[in-house]
């Protein structure tokens, strides 16, 4: 996510969970030193219309990450 958000993982992991409605995870929970490689984890385990709706909100977040 780096290319739309300079915010750190959790940051936008939260951003995105409260502002767009589509929730991840900060991978750097993973890590015992945090590392934020800015990449966040997505579950896909979701029904096909329920994941086009999610990335549609993320397409057309209006700049809010």
Known sequence: YEG???SNDVQFARNLT???KVAVIPVSVFYADKT?????R???A???AELEE???RI???NAVL
């Open 18 to 20: 409260e502002k767009v």
């Open 54 to 56: 999610a990335a549609y």
């Open 46 to 48: 979701k029904e096909d």
């Open 36 to 40: 934020d490689n800015k990449v966040v």
């Open 59 to 61: 397409r057309n977040r």
């Open 4 to 6: 739309i958000s300079s």
């Open 42 to 44: 997505f579950c896909f």
